[in-house]
T-cell receptor
Framework: TQLLEQSPQFLSIQEGENLTVYCNSS?????LQWYRQEPGEGPVLLVT?????EVKKLKRLTFQFGDARKDSSLHITAAQPGDTGLYLC????????????FGTGTRLQVTL | NAGVMQNPRHLVRRRGQEARLRCSPM?????VYWYRQLPEEGLKFMVY????????ESGMPKERFSAEFPKEGPSILRIQQVVRGDSAAYFC????????????FGPGTRLTVL
């Protein structure tokens, strides 16, 4: 069974601060996806990283896929209250690629 | 282009009743996935369906749970004789194809069992 562990579980920061969220596994993933989920809503896809070492930027968010494709990170620069939410990483199951394995989640709170 | 639609958004059932959750995939998508999110936990895969076929139900509890995706109409997740432990958010996702296509999620159905 592939597992994705995210850290930290909870993060409370002030507006303007930077932060990094980590997603780690002992298994290799063909790709990893990052989602953000707001209370009462479904996960919304932010990005998919496919190639080992790949870096993708989405405005103030920077996503990196580890060289060995076992880990990923999400870095947010100058966090804003609108960044508040649950951040989830997910990867396709090796056996059945259509099944996504989700990480444990990082709950981010950005205050003024 | 409408996204994945789920209804109802909130469902309250008493123990022993049946719960039916509906999911309409995005236009042009023929692959549907159901996930369950227990309070303060991540999403767990339940079942993957294509039109009229169950492809992978490895995440479905062995009893009381069933899913279908008929030729016409939405996908249905059915829970018979609900128990308090079934209280959770149930999310549906769809993709245009598989196995590696991006999955797009609906807003979820929050099931509360009294």
């Amino acid at each position: 069974t592939q597992l994705l562990e995210q850290s930290p579980q909870f993060l409370s920061i002030q507006e303007g601060e930077n932060l990094t969220v980590y997603c780690n596994s002992s298994s290799v993933f063909s790709s990893l996806q990052w989602y953000r989920q707001e209370p009462g809503e479904g996960p919304v896809l932010l990005v998919t990283v496919v190639t080992g070492g790949e870096v993708k930027k989405l405005k103030r968010l920077t996503f990196q896929f580890g060289d060995a494709r076992k880990d990923s990170s999400l870095h947010i620069t100058a966090a804003q209250p609108g960044d508040t939410g649950l951040y989830l990483c997910a990867g396709p199951d090796t056996g059945t690629a259509s099944k996504l394995t989700f990480g444990t989640g990082t709950r981010l709170q950005v205050t003024l | 282009n409408a996204g994945v639609m789920q209804n109802p958004r909130h469902l309250v059932r008493r123990r022993g009743q049946e719960a039916r959750l509906r999911c309409s995939p995005m236009k042009g998508h023929s692959h549907v996935y159901w996930y369950r999110q227990l309070p303060e936990e991540g999403l767990k895969f339940m079942v993957y369906l294509q039109k009229e076929n169950i492809i992978d139900e490895s995440g479905m509890p062995k009893e009381r749970f069933s899913a279908e995706f008929p030729k016409e109409g939405p996908s249905i997740l059915r829970i018979q004789q609900v128990v308090r432990g079934d209280s959770a958010a149930y999310f549906c996702a769809s993709s245009p194809g598989a196995p590696r296509d991006t999955q797009y999620f609906g807003p979820g159905t929050r099931l509360t069992v009294l």
